[in-house]
């Protein structure tokens, strides 16, 4: 199966203020295309459960936290902020 995924327009944002603050933002980019990626195909096996229907979920320099609709295939991605080591 694969899933609609979209991004919440603060989600996007909050992605561009971690690349714009990176030493290297062409990492922020790839781990938004691998999280963008594996959200379509594989959404229930990243990260980690929270409340039902809601993950969270750290690639590399970014996290995000993101919520499955079953039903209609589609995941949304609701925040998105620097994933610390």
Excluded: K
């Amino acid at each position: 199966m694969t899933y609609t995924v979209s991004w919440r327009q603060s989600a996007i944002q909050e992605a561009a203020a971690v690349e714009a603050a990176a030493d290297d933002p062409a990492r922020v980019r790839e781990a938004a295309a691998r999280i963008d990626f594996m959200l379509r195909r594989y959404p229930r096996d990243m990260g980690e459960s929270r409340e039902p229907g809601f993950r969270i979920w750290y690639e590399d320099v970014l996290g995000v936290y993101y919520r499955i609709d079953e039903t209609n295939l589609r995941v949304e991605v609701l925040y998105a902020g620097p994933s610390r080591r």
